[in-house]
């Protein structure tokens, strides 16, 4: 058992817990933040991504303890910026849905690339995202997407 | 009970280590999966845990007149932008795991993780990278080559942390590299090949090949690089046969679920005469 | 309100599932639930002698075959698959018990205590143990054959995939009453859930309710297993009388579940004396794992589509489902067409080169035409528009051009495959199995409630349904409702399965919605109910395989370009082009989503996707080890619909799909066996397999 302190969607969070836990059962289990999945539990699906200080990681390979003073944000903190509006229309619009378990992962590796390179190439989408896997859309219609985010979110990124 | 403990400097994580030993935990990539538990239950480590990842000290480049210094937690997506670090190590982080995994993920890890199948190893072993050991008491340095030992295994005491990556400063005319694995992004590599060369007037006057995933540690031979170290540009095409045959007996790939010895063995061989062939074209370039 | 149906609109479930706010099965937790693990063989073959299992803490359960209260069988088609293992274990992962309580940490505790006693057996890996052969024929082939001028042979293999959607499968299950139980999952098939689970507890129908939870992919992986667990579940429940949460992990689900059938197919042409292909005869196995499950379905299915887009006058057909003692095989996307589409795509193909023609115009020729005559003696009854849909294929390509040029390049390659789907069940299934009933709801707001049991698992049908009643009703969207089903509250309008969701019950939908605009009036409740009836014209015999085996058929083009290379034997995707008829897209962006997926799952089916046992254990058991494509992996697709209306369905909708997997892998074979110029008769075509071929200087 260890006192665990860090940021998560914009609130400061303590919590006293076994600090080997993945974070990902954390937020699921301790914090009912079902949006993060678990798809594989291993790190090679991204079902799980959160943004950890802004970047992109899997939280099924994370122990709670290297979230110890630092910022943690899931896909329903995101889901309150201006940001994911953008990103979340133009996923909308392009057809990048389809059964949605890859989605926010997929969401959140978008605006950890935008956030680095707010006018990326397609060919840097692909890399962008190459860590979520989606076994539904065969990625075209999320490239589409982030590419149209890019665009109408000039400035937000 | 197992012990948890997150330090909040280099000196306590010595100090505790110098009491008893600790599973180390970095960007965790490695270690969180293989002491991995069922889905909602803690990892089944065996031994008090450490972790390391965000310790301060241990962040960092740096660079001084004879080598480039990475502080062992330095997360490979920050190499990954540095312009201190090596193009061709770049090269290499670029085609690891994925860009989530590279937020965490620490060349230490690729390191005392000691996997034939490391990717960061392959270069490191090219430019004879050393690594220091440091306990409460001592420090010492010693090459990467010594410091792993076999596939899993290292040299490195249980009171000692790796801090740092010390990679001399290596002069080179160009590089390249080849990643094999699966697919093109996120996969584990079947087999991988980097090589550096120097050219002076026409001269081979260095090359380097190192090569991952064919045998229980990666592959580096001085002594075949020195047969053909001074030869004339001309005359390398000619020396591809001799040494793939002087590789051979070195490159043992093993049968599992992502590939096979005979693709890996031939593949390995290919490689050699690609990258001497790509050396000849690129001295041929006006 | 008079705008054309395929103009898209936004998914109706996306946002929900972009916030996270979704429900997948592994996010709902009851209070007081208990958790629940399997026990599994860890032998394929054996008798059991004895499970012995450790002393019990309290609250702790263990469930087994004892605790069966009907027949201890999967109900399905035949009553071969066990729920839990009897008295001999026929696969890897066989369930044994399920063990149940509070804390996970003393379940895999107990579960590692238990000791099983069984004697190992032989296990069967070859394909040797035929459990289900069939063979029809066409014309007369015996005399066509004996009076060939050549006879041509060749033998294809493709390998096992693995459905890899993304959300593992689980159930979570609570008593409503003594009697009743109440289960939610990750499902295709809401009623072949409830069924089995009838059978399994040997209740009234009205004792078992199955609900929808969102379901993260499913591809056929969804069709049949899902019964099996909730069997277990169900029978846990009731013993228990306790809500129970079982979920696979990743390397449960890619040990146990279904996969798609590995096969081996053997084509022979009989030539005639101008080079004509004058009949076929073709061989199909299936390795249909431990249990035949829908595996006999799956070979008809497989058979039917012999002579894939194509007509042949003479054809002998015979397969045969094998037993091995591996896990059991099932549904996946495509349900055996894959399979045989490869195989006769590829025999095409080789056959032109063996008789010097140009593939493209060999294949041409033969290009099955409305009012053809189809492999089972029905009818291509409605205009066939693939001519004007391989022009536009080629042309987006550069297809010709291409071809040209990589005579003489090396290492480049293009590939074209064309392709049909069944729509719909094979034969007289919708008719004589499923009978559909849908169910269409007004209250007095005058909001419209679709009934129905389809699953919406990410392909669109919450969106195309409702459209399709919005449309007719000429309502607005936002007034026409779709939840997860429920089977206390829908009619069973069939599975989730063989793109029939779109056709038939999207058909029956819009026959509902024409009649309650017929009887409209504001502000009055209204119920509307529509049944299946099988238009007059279809017959089917079951037994001879002759007749219209379906309704409709959609068609396709796949081109597919790569590059080889020299050095490390790896494809690398270049670019994918498609063109295709599925009647009339009920929503366009959705219909090119199919595409895109179905493509890629289809293409990487042909050269990356690897799956292998040793010994009944398969060796690819994660996601790191199982590879299926990146973002990276894939080229950027281009996608071309024509609109062709087939009269009975919506909109004159058809099925999408399955239709967009099935010809992916020919043309990605195709492409590769251009650009090393050595026939490819194996998939997946893997750098491994690549190599052999170059190396080789026999072919
Ligand atoms: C999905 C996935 C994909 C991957 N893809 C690749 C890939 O493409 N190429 C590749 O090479 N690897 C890959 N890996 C493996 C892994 O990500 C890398 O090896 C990574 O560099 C490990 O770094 P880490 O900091 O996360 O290691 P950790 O897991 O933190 O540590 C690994 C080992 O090193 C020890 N250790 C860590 N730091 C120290 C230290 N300072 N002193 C002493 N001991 C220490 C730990 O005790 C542990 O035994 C992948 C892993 C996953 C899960
Ligand atoms: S569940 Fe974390 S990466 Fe798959
Ligand atoms: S939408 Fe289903 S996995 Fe991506």
Known sequence: MMTIKFMLNGTEQTIKTDPSRRLLDVLRKDFNLKGSKEGCGEGECGACAILLDGHITNSCCLPLASVHKRSIMTIEGYAKTARFDVLSNSFAEAGAVQCGICTPGMILAAESLLNQNPAPTDAQIRIGISGNLCRCTGYNMIVKAIQSAAKRGEGLW | MVKHLIPNTLNEALEALSKHPYQIIGGGTDAMIQYRNHSDLSPRFKAHVMYIMNLKALQGISSNDAAIIIQSMTPLETLNSHALVPPLLRKVILEMASPALRYVATLAGNIVNASPAGDALVPLYLWDTEVVLQSHQNSRKIRLSECITGPKKTGIRADELLTQIIIPKHDESGHYYQKVGGRRADAIAKISFAGTYKINNNTLTDIRMAFGAVSATIVRQRDIENMIIGLNINDLSTKIEQLQAAYAPYIQPIDDQRSNRVYRKQVALNLIADFINHIIKEASRP | ?699
């Not at chain 3, 909708?653 to 010809?663: M, N, P, S, Y």
């Open chain 3, 1 to 699: 309100m008079h705008k054309d149906i395929s103009q898209s609109i936004h998914k109706l479930d996306a946002h929900a599932r972009m916030q996270g706010k979704a429900q997948y099965v592994g996010d709902i937790d009851i209070k007081g639930m208990l958790h629940a693990i399997t026990l599994r063989s860890p032998i394929a073959k054996g008798i059991i002698k004895a499970i012995h299992y450790p002393p019990l803490p309290s609250g702790y359960t263990i469930i087994d075959y004892r605790d069966i209260p009907g027949k201890n069988f999967v109900k399905m088609i035949f009553e071969d698959w066990k729920i839990f293992a009897e008295d001999t274990v026929e696969h890897i992962g066989e369930p044994i018990a399920l063990i149940v309580g509070e804390d996970k940490r003393v379940l895999y505790d107990i579960h590692d205590k238990i000791i099983c006693d069984i004697q190992p057996l032989e296990p069967l890996f070859s394909y040797q143990k035929s459990v289900i052969d069939y063979q029809f024929t066409k014309g007369n082939p015996d005399p066509v054959f004996k009076q060939a001028k050549k006879i041509i042979k060749e033998t294809y293999e493709t390998g096992y995939q693995e459905q890899a959607y993304i959300e593992p499968q689980g159930f979570i299950g609570y008593p409503e009453t003594a009697e009743k139980v109440t289960l939610i999952g990750s499902v295709q098939c809401l009623y072949y859930v409830k069924n089995a689970v009838v059978s399994a507890l040997d209740t009234h129908p009205d004792n078992v309710r199955v609900i929808q939870a969102a379901v993260g992919g499913a591809f056929g992986g969804k069709e049949e297993y899902p019964s099996l667990i909730a069997c277990q579940l169900a029978i846990a429940i009731r013993k228990t009388q306790k809500p129970i949460k079982l979920i696979f992990e990743r390397e449960e689900d890619m040990s146990v579940t279904t996969k798609r059938h590995p096969s081996k197919t053997t084509m022979e042409a009989a030539i005639d004396a101008d080079n004509n292909i004058v009949g076929i005869r073709a061989k199909v196995a299936l390795d249909g794992g431990a249990y035949i499950g829908l595996s006999g379905v799956v070979l008809s299915r497989a058979l039917i589509a012999v002579t894939n887009a194509y007509t042949i006058k003479h054809l002998a057909v015979s397969g045969d489902v094998f037993k091995t003692n591996t896990v059991p095989n099932g549904a996946f996307r495509g349900f055996g067409a894959p399979q045989m589409i490869f195989a006769i795509e590829m025999f095409m193909h080789h056959l032109a080169k063996q008789l010097n023609q140009d593939p493209y115009s060999f294949r041409m020729q033969y290009l099955a035409k409305q009012g053809d005559q189809t492999s089972t003696s029905g009818l291509f009854r409605d205009p066939i528009i693939m001519p004007k849909m391989i022009q536009k294929a080629t042309e987006m390509a550069q297809f010709h051009d291409k071809v040209k040029a990589y005579k003489t390049m090396p290492n480049r390659g293009i590939g074209m495959s064309y392709f049909l789907h069944g729509c719909g069940f094979t034969g007289s299934g919708e008719s004589t199995h499923i009978n559909a009933q849908v169910k269409l709801r007004k209250d007095d707001h005058d909001h419209v409630y679709i009934l129905v049991a389809a699953v919406d698992m990410g392909q669109g049908a919450k969106t195309t349904l409702i459209k399709i009643v919005s449309h007719t009703l000429e309502i607005p969207i936002e007034q026409v409702h779709f939840d997860y089903p429920d089977t206390d509250d829908v009619p069973d309008s069939g599975p989730t399965v063989a793109s029939r969701t779109a056709m038939i019950v999207g058909g029956l939908v819009n026959q509902a919605a024409l009649e309650m605009k017929s009887l409209w009036q504001s502000k009055t409740p209204l119920e509307v109910i529509k049944r299946y009836k099988q238009p007059e014209w279809i017959v089917w015999d079951e037994k001879t395989f002759q007749g219209d085996a379906y309704p409709a058929y959609s068609w396709g083009v796949n081109i597919v370009e790569v590059e080889v290379s020299p050095i490390t034997y790896q494809v690398n995707i270049i670019g994918i082009w498609s063109v295709y008829d599925v009647g009339k897209a009920l929503d366009e962006t959705i219909v090119l989503g199919q595409a895109d997926g179905g493509t890629a799952q289809g293409v990487a089916y042909g050269y990356l996707e690897v799956m292998v046992h040793e010994q009944g254990q398969l060796k690819q058991k994660n996601m790191t080890d199982y590879i299926i494509p990146t973002a990276v992996d894939m080229a950027p697709t281009q996608t071309h619909l024509y609109d062709n209306p087939f009269a009975l369905g919506p909109y004159g909708a058809k099925g999408a799909g399955e239709l967009t997997l099935v010809g992916g892998a020919p043309a990605v074979a195709m492409a590769i066996e251009m650009a090393i110029k050595k026939p490819i008769k194996k998939i997946p075509a893997t750098p491994e397999y690549i190599m052999e071929l170059m190396h080789d200087d026999d072919h």
